[in-house]
């Protein structure tokens, strides 16, 4: 089974901007994360899609970044205009379609990544 | 307040080895989960273990296992007989609610760097 694919791996632009990030999904799966990695920080969950629906987006700065998944398979983030602050790495992830469940949870698996540095 | 902490940036371990990654949580709901994540330096995270909050028994997988102390709200991994290949940053993150189709959203730690030493 293939994983969560990401493009591209590395970004690097200047501020303001703009940047796009593309995310395919374990094929079936129907819910797919954008988190955000700061260097040396935890993952923080930016947007949460159900098919091509948003379930949370609260954390998304709205006023410059932007998502969408559509037809509930591919997703793309994209960032306009881009700031320093934005410098991070762009995790996609996605969860096991219902019924496939490991000792009660929905796993997520999560994309390689996609590094942006601004400059 | 921090839901989750990991209070140990970064910890260095002979091989062969078994090694403890401490993780705290906070929390109000009583139905929750909580996981452990390996991120090697490719960047990729890769789910270890897995403990809900009523399971009554420690999670294991492998030469994983999870130390869950419901009280003290701690799930610290245990990495027994470390690997070369376990070095890594490890992270502890949480979903708070019971898992439903789509409700999975994580909150996780800063994380623990283990190196291990050969």
């Known amino acids: 089974e293939a994983g969560v694919a990401q493009s591209p791996r590395y970004k690097i632009i200047e501020k303001r901007q703009s940047v796009a990030f593309w995310c395919n999904p374990i094929?079936?799966?129907?819910?797919l994360y954008w988190y955000q990695q700061i260097l040396g920080q935890g993952p923080k969950l930016l947007i949460q899609?159900?098919?091509?629906?948003?379930?949370?987006d609260s954390q998304l700065p709205k006023d410059r970044f932007s998502a969408e998944r559509l037809k509930g398979v591919d997703s793309t983030l994209k960032i306009q205009p881009a700031k320093l602050e934005d410098s991070a790495v762009y995790l996609c992830?996605?969860?096991?379609?219902?019924?496939?469940?490991?000792?009660?949870?929905?796993?997520?698996?999560f994309g390689a990544g996609s590094r942006l540095t601004v400059l | 307040a921090q839901k989750i902490t990991q209070t140990q940036p970064g910890m260095f371990v002979q091989e062969k080895e078994a090694v403890t990654l401490d993780c705290t949580y906070d929390?109000?709901?009583?139905?929750?989960?909580l996981f452990w994540y390996k991120q090697p330096s490719s960047g990729e995270m890769i789910f270890l273990i897995y403990q809900g909050s009523y399971d009554q028994q420690n999670a294991t997988e492998g030469r994983y296992s999870l130390n869950f102390q419901k009280a003290r709200k701690s799930a610290n991994l245990v990495i027994s007989a470390s690997q070369l290949g376990d070095s890594a940053m490890y992270f502890c993150a949480m979903r708070e609610g019971r898992s439903n189709f789509g409700n999975e959203k994580l909150t996780f730690g800063t994380g623990t760097r283990l190196t291990i030493i050969p």
């Open positions: 899609f159900q098919n091509n629906g948003v379930v949370d």
């Open positions: 929390t109000s709901d009583p139905s929750y989960g």
């Open positions: 094929s079936g799966h129907a819910t």
């Open positions: 992830a996605s969860s096991l379609r219902p019924g496939e469940r490991w000792a009660g949870a929905n796993v997520l698996t």
